[in-house]
């Protein structure tokens, strides 16, 4: 029995050394994938990969030696069993004990023949792939069972070919790893500069619209004289504003009015400044230029139809060239009003316009004796403009407004004075040409019967009242009694002048009246709509339902 437990022990033995093998084995393998992950980092160190390289050759220098040392011991081991087993046969007393003894030297050898180990896959130049790389791990992460022939092959690759596939296996990846590197950071960097160079160019084209649209230069107050030709379409006028200094850029003054559909531009001459923006040129485009050139408009006056030469004075130093309430004509209201009352000046214009001033009010009797005879219209007044250029373009428009008239005027036995009288009243009294015509020849009619005109309108401004909002129940109430001779309820016939002035309109419905025998009128406070009468009685009803029964 002490042959039998030594040959067991040899045999156990036999499984140690075999299981330090396959240990040596995985462990070689460890040491392998180790290497390969760390081949597969990014920016591994040069120092560690060699200390990687150096264990993996090491591992499989010690793996080879020790699978030597396990085949010549298994071959000597062999041998020994063999003669063990034919000394001992014999010597079995009963054929259990036979048969016990080669159960469990079968369970020996099938102990032995059957530990799984992890494979080690030792790669070639041949194999460098990622194909190979793949079943490299695939197989790492798998056992499999090898026997010895599997070891013998595996083993002497390993010691034919390891050392030069490391290193070819160490260069390639590496090799490989760079190029992927450099790839994607050319690639990075050409998405990158496409997109910045996208994002540049919408940069760059939103800021040339944007400072297109600008004035070209906004302290720049000189004027310059274009000219638009007739029929010019958007594209010619842009190209010619371009030529000229005063936009940057036709196509977008092309783009820009059409898309803000400025489509109805007039032809002539324009003084226009590189202050300027789109808007304001375009604007400028459609108000219309002049058939010749003139000199550049430092800014604009307005007179509306109705006005009063107090209301003037108001509105003088207003430049409504602009929209900014800021910005101010140099003219002031006081100069305004010492010239319209200058004595010397007053003269001075009868005798340029004597058909139009001839029979001006007295100054004692009119509270202005150029009141009404300041035609309403817009004035442009430039560098070298003073007062009285501005008040006499007033008074000579008003003059060539008239020029039609005269003759029919002096051949119907009225004066200028008495037509632009009543036709102040007419401005005010009436809202449409056909309404003011009608109240004309109620007024005419009136004093055709010796009537007092009985017009609201005149009293006001005895008040000084006339321009200023007032209320329907204060307008009802008003003082009828007021001593002015502009109170034409107690003083029959017309005031002594006109209470404002009246626009063409107004002049046009005092010189050509309706034919009709209504002796009052009274207007709708609502509606506008005006009712006329025959009687007075007639008339008091209409007053009653349009004008009493409104007041609260």
Known sequence: MTDFKDDKQKIQKNLSFKEQILAELEKANQIRKEKEEALLQEGLKEEEFQQKEQEAQEAARRTVDLYKKYKEETVKSTARDEETQEKLAPTFSSASDKDKH???IKQSQD?????????????????LSEDSLSKQEEAGNHFEELDDSDLD??????????????????????????????ARKISTLVITSFLLLIVLIGLIATFFVYTSLNPVDKKDDKYVLVEIPAGAGNKLIGQTLEKKGLIKNSTVFNFYTKFKNYTNFQSGYYNLQKSMTLEE????????GTAEPTKPALGKVLIPEGYTIKQMAKGISDNVNTKSKKDKTPFTSKEFLDLVQDDAFIKEMVKKYPRLLSHLPKKTEAIYQLEGYLFPATYNYYKDSTMKDLVEEMLATTDATLAPYYDTIESSGKTVNEVLTLASLVEKEGSTDEDRREIASVFYNRLKNGMALQSNIAVLYAMDKLGEKTTLAEDAAIDTSI??????????????????????????????????????????????????????????????????????
């Open 102 to 104: 080669k159960k469990e």
């Open 483 to 552: 001593k002015s001779p502009y109170n034409i309820y107690t003083n029959t016939g017309l005031m002594p002048g006109p209470v404002d002035s009246a626009g063409l309109s107004a002049i046009d419905a005092t010189v050509k009246p309706a034919n009709t025998d209504y002796l009052y009128f009274v207007a709708n406070v609502h509606t506008g709509d005006v009712y006329y009468a025959k009687t007075y009685e007639e008339h008091s009803a209409n007053v009653h339902k349009y004008v009493n029964s409104q007041i609260e």
């Open 281 to 288: 040129i375009s604007k400028s485009l459609q108000a219309g």
């Open 111 to 127: 102990y032995s023949e059957t530990i799984s180990f992890t494979p080690v896959e030792m790669i070639s130049s041949k194999e």
């Open 153 to 182: 092959y595996q083993l002497a690759s390993n010691e034919g070919e390891g050392l030069d596939s490391e290193s070819l296996v160490r260069k390639n990846t590496i090799k490989r790893q760079r190029t992927d590197r450099v």
